[in-house]
């Protein structure tokens, strides 16, 4: 959904300990983590 509306993703998503992780540009090309949370009880 967000590459429909024209988000620019740097990379794939990547599990990290702490969750799900990935990278996007803003229009002004500033980068930004977006971030999944992993499960606290898993």
Do not use: S
Request: hydrophobic content about 40%; proline content about 5%; glycine content about 10%.
């Amino acid at each position: 959904m967000m590459q429909a509306r024209g988000v620019e993703f740097q990379e794939e998503p990547r599990q990290e300990r702490y969750g799900r992780v990935v990278v996007f540009a803003d229009l002004y090309g500033n980068l930004w983590d977006l971030l999944q949370p992993a499960d606290a009880n898993g």
